[in-house]
Protein backbone atom coordinates (compact mmCIF):
# COMPACT_ATOMS: atom_id res chain seq x y z
CA UNK A 1 0.00 0.00 0.00
CA UNK A 2 1.78 3.26 -1.32
CA UNK A 3 1.27 6.28 1.26
CA UNK A 4 0.09 9.76 -0.25
CA UNK A 5 2.30 11.12 -3.13
CA UNK A 6 2.98 14.66 -4.15
CA UNK A 7 4.86 16.58 -7.29
CA UNK A 8 6.47 18.30 -7.85
CA UNK A 9 8.94 18.16 -4.73
CA UNK A 10 10.47 21.60 -5.03
CA UNK A 11 9.14 24.41 -7.40
CA UNK A 12 10.43 28.14 -8.09
CA UNK A 13 7.70 30.57 -9.77
CA UNK A 14 7.70 34.17 -10.51
CA UNK A 15 5.00 36.63 -9.10
CA UNK A 16 1.81 36.92 -10.95
CA UNK A 17 2.73 33.27 -13.23
CA UNK A 18 0.15 30.42 -12.28
CA UNK A 19 1.13 26.73 -10.89
CA UNK A 20 -0.28 23.28 -10.24
CA UNK A 21 0.92 20.97 -7.49
CA UNK A 22 -0.59 17.68 -8.04
CA UNK A 23 -1.22 14.70 -5.23
CA UNK A 24 -2.33 10.73 -5.54
CA UNK A 25 -3.97 10.24 -2.50
CA UNK A 26 -3.55 6.80 -0.07
CA UNK A 27 -5.24 3.93 -1.65
CA UNK A 28 -8.80 3.15 -0.36
CA UNK A 29 -9.07 7.23 0.38
CA UNK A 30 -11.62 9.27 -1.07
CA UNK A 31 -11.02 12.63 0.73
CA UNK A 32 -8.12 15.53 -0.17
CA UNK A 33 -7.08 18.10 1.76
CA UNK A 34 -4.51 20.88 1.20
CA UNK A 35 -2.83 23.04 3.43
CA UNK A 36 -0.54 25.38 3.29
CA UNK A 37 1.99 25.44 5.55
CA UNK A 38 4.78 28.99 6.25
CA UNK A 39 7.69 28.99 7.08
CA UNK A 40 7.79 28.46 11.28
CA UNK A 41 3.81 27.76 11.03
CA UNK A 42 1.53 25.21 11.36
CA UNK A 43 -0.13 24.14 8.44
CA UNK A 44 -3.59 26.11 7.58
CA UNK A 45 -6.19 24.41 5.84
CA UNK A 46 -6.85 25.43 2.12
CA UNK A 47 -9.97 23.36 1.34
CA UNK A 48 -11.02 19.63 0.80
CA UNK A 49 -12.24 17.49 -1.61
CA UNK A 50 -14.61 14.69 -1.55
CA UNK A 51 -15.91 12.39 -4.28
CA UNK A 52 -14.55 15.26 -6.79
CA UNK A 53 -16.46 18.11 -5.48
CA UNK A 54 -15.21 20.97 -3.13
CA UNK A 55 -16.94 20.41 0.07
CA UNK A 56 -15.34 23.19 2.12
CA UNK A 57 -12.85 25.89 2.44
CA UNK A 58 -10.19 28.12 4.62
CA UNK A 59 -9.71 31.72 4.68
CA UNK A 60 -7.92 31.49 0.78
CA UNK A 61 -8.88 33.67 -1.68
CA UNK A 62 -10.37 32.55 -5.17
CA UNK A 63 -7.49 32.39 -7.10
CA UNK A 64 -6.64 29.26 -4.57
CA UNK A 65 -8.61 26.27 -6.69
CA UNK A 66 -8.76 22.80 -6.91
CA UNK A 67 -9.81 19.47 -8.40
CA UNK A 68 -10.28 16.16 -7.87
CA UNK A 69 -10.20 13.06 -10.51
CA UNK A 70 -12.38 9.98 -10.76
CA UNK A 71 -9.19 8.00 -9.32
CA UNK A 72 -9.27 10.36 -5.95
CA UNK A 73 -6.28 12.54 -7.16
CA UNK A 74 -6.00 16.01 -6.78
CA UNK A 75 -4.76 19.33 -8.36
CA UNK A 76 -4.12 22.29 -6.60
CA UNK A 77 -3.72 25.60 -8.74
CA UNK A 78 -2.75 28.89 -7.81
CA UNK A 79 -2.96 31.77 -9.92
CA UNK A 80 -2.00 35.29 -10.13
CA UNK A 81 1.13 33.85 -7.28
CA UNK A 82 2.18 36.56 -4.54
CA UNK A 83 5.74 36.65 -2.80
CA UNK A 84 3.39 35.29 0.46
CA UNK A 85 2.57 31.93 -1.13
CA UNK A 86 5.88 30.40 -0.91
CA UNK A 87 5.16 27.57 1.70
CA UNK A 88 5.36 23.75 1.82
CA UNK A 89 2.24 23.18 0.54
CA UNK A 90 0.78 19.75 1.85
CA UNK A 91 -1.73 17.01 1.09
CA UNK A 92 -3.74 14.83 3.22
CA UNK A 93 -5.94 12.05 2.25
CA UNK A 94 -8.46 9.94 4.37
CA UNK A 95 -10.82 7.24 3.83
CA UNK A 96 -13.88 8.97 4.83
CA UNK A 97 -15.64 12.67 5.42
CA UNK A 98 -14.95 14.52 8.88
CA UNK A 99 -14.86 12.04 11.94
CA UNK A 100 -14.64 8.92 9.68
CA UNK A 101 -11.17 10.34 8.38
CA UNK A 102 -7.58 10.51 9.66
CA UNK A 103 -5.57 12.44 8.01
CA UNK A 104 -2.46 11.02 6.55
CA UNK A 105 0.39 13.62 4.88
CA UNK A 106 2.32 13.47 1.97
CA UNK A 107 6.01 14.96 1.65
CA UNK A 108 4.46 18.04 0.54
CA UNK A 109 5.30 20.57 -2.45
CA UNK A 110 7.87 23.29 -1.97
CA UNK A 111 7.37 26.59 -3.69
CA UNK A 112 9.27 29.62 -3.55
CA UNK A 113 7.42 32.59 -5.48
CA UNK A 114 10.49 35.28 -6.44
CA UNK B 1 -6.46 34.21 14.72
CA UNK B 2 -4.75 31.30 16.10
CA UNK B 3 -7.40 28.67 17.42
CA UNK B 4 -4.79 26.27 18.76
CA UNK B 5 -2.33 27.87 20.82
CA UNK B 6 1.02 25.76 21.18
CA UNK B 7 4.31 26.33 23.48
CA UNK B 8 7.00 26.32 23.51
CA UNK B 9 8.22 27.38 20.27
CA UNK B 10 11.54 25.67 20.67
CA UNK B 11 12.56 23.33 23.37
CA UNK B 12 15.94 21.80 24.06
CA UNK B 13 16.39 18.33 26.22
CA UNK B 14 19.03 15.96 27.45
CA UNK B 15 18.88 12.01 26.01
CA UNK B 16 17.16 10.44 28.63
CA UNK B 17 14.60 13.43 29.73
CA UNK B 18 11.17 14.44 29.62
CA UNK B 19 9.84 16.83 26.61
CA UNK B 20 6.81 18.82 27.50
CA UNK B 21 4.55 20.39 24.94
CA UNK B 22 1.56 22.56 25.93
CA UNK B 23 -1.12 23.23 23.82
CA UNK B 24 -4.59 25.31 24.74
CA UNK B 25 -7.83 26.06 22.67
CA UNK B 26 -10.74 28.15 23.54
CA UNK B 27 -13.81 26.58 20.88
CA UNK B 28 -15.65 24.57 23.27
CA UNK B 29 -16.55 22.30 19.54
CA UNK B 30 -13.16 20.34 19.52
CA UNK B 31 -13.68 17.03 20.52
CA UNK B 32 -10.65 15.74 18.88
CA UNK B 33 -6.96 16.37 19.61
CA UNK B 34 -3.89 14.77 17.99
CA UNK B 35 -0.36 15.19 17.85
CA UNK B 36 1.56 15.28 14.74
CA UNK B 37 5.13 14.74 14.34
CA UNK B 38 7.49 16.51 11.61
CA UNK B 39 11.18 15.81 10.10
CA UNK B 40 12.36 18.44 8.06
CA UNK B 41 11.69 17.72 4.45
CA UNK B 42 8.58 15.17 5.46
CA UNK B 43 5.21 15.95 5.57
CA UNK B 44 3.32 15.65 9.43
CA UNK B 45 3.07 12.05 10.73
CA UNK B 46 0.16 11.49 13.21
CA UNK B 47 1.60 10.38 16.59
CA UNK B 48 -0.98 10.11 18.40
CA UNK B 49 -4.40 11.02 19.43
CA UNK B 50 -7.12 11.69 22.47
CA UNK B 51 -10.60 12.80 22.74
CA UNK B 52 -11.91 14.63 26.14
CA UNK B 53 -13.61 12.51 27.60
CA UNK B 54 -10.47 10.33 28.83
CA UNK B 55 -7.86 12.09 30.85
CA UNK B 56 -4.64 10.70 29.50
CA UNK B 57 -3.82 8.70 27.01
CA UNK B 58 -0.31 6.69 26.38
CA UNK B 59 1.54 4.64 23.55
CA UNK B 60 4.72 3.88 24.23
CA UNK B 61 7.09 6.56 25.57
CA UNK B 62 4.11 9.06 24.25
CA UNK B 63 1.70 10.21 26.63
CA UNK B 64 -1.21 13.12 26.14
CA UNK B 65 -2.89 14.49 29.30
CA UNK B 66 -6.01 16.48 28.62
CA UNK B 67 -7.83 18.96 31.04
CA UNK B 68 -10.98 19.59 29.86
CA UNK B 69 -12.30 22.18 32.33
CA UNK B 70 -8.61 24.36 31.52
CA UNK B 71 -9.19 23.44 27.68
CA UNK B 72 -5.84 22.43 27.67
CA UNK B 73 -3.53 19.70 26.24
CA UNK B 74 -0.31 18.18 26.43
CA UNK B 75 2.37 15.95 25.16
CA UNK B 76 4.98 13.89 26.92
CA UNK B 77 7.48 12.22 25.22
CA UNK B 78 9.50 9.98 28.18
CA UNK B 79 12.78 8.83 27.90
CA UNK B 80 13.48 11.61 24.69
CA UNK B 81 15.91 10.47 22.60
CA UNK B 82 17.81 11.96 19.48
CA UNK B 83 15.91 10.55 17.12
CA UNK B 84 12.33 12.63 18.74
CA UNK B 85 14.32 15.43 17.18
CA UNK B 86 11.62 17.08 15.14
CA UNK B 87 9.10 19.45 14.89
CA UNK B 88 5.45 18.42 16.84
CA UNK B 89 2.06 20.09 16.56
CA UNK B 90 -0.73 19.80 18.33
CA UNK B 91 -4.55 20.08 16.25
CA UNK B 92 -7.54 19.95 17.05
CA UNK B 93 -11.06 19.27 14.92
CA UNK B 94 -14.43 20.12 15.13
CA UNK B 95 -16.89 17.76 16.72
CA UNK B 96 -19.63 16.35 13.84
CA UNK B 97 -17.81 18.29 10.93
CA UNK B 98 -17.82 16.66 8.05
CA UNK B 99 -14.98 18.57 6.46
CA UNK B 100 -12.77 17.20 9.12
CA UNK B 101 -10.68 20.18 8.99
CA UNK B 102 -7.62 20.28 11.37
CA UNK B 103 -6.75 23.27 13.39
CA UNK B 104 -2.97 23.24 13.86
CA UNK B 105 -0.65 24.76 16.39
CA UNK B 106 2.48 26.58 15.51
CA UNK B 107 4.53 23.82 15.97
CA UNK B 108 7.41 23.03 18.60
CA UNK B 109 10.76 22.44 17.31
CA UNK B 110 12.27 19.52 19.97
CA UNK B 111 16.06 18.98 19.77
CA UNK B 112 17.42 15.93 22.23
CA UNK B 113 21.05 16.32 22.43
CA UNK B 114 22.97 12.86 23.38
Known amino acids: ETGVTQSPTHLIKTRGQQVTLRCSSQ?????VSWYQQALGQGPQFIFQ???????GRGNFPPRFSGLQFPNYSSELNVNALELDDSALYLC?????????????FGPGTRLLVL | QQQVKQSPQSLIVQKGGISIINCAYENTAFDYFPWYQQFPGKGPALLIAIRPDVSEKKEGRFTISFNKSAKQFSLHIMDSQPGDSATYFC?????????????FGRGTQLTVWP
Open chain 1, 92 to 104: ASSPGQGERGTQY
Open chain 1, 49 to 55: YYREEEN
Open chain 1, 27 to 31: SGHNT
Open chain 2, 91 to 103: AARVRGSTLGRLY
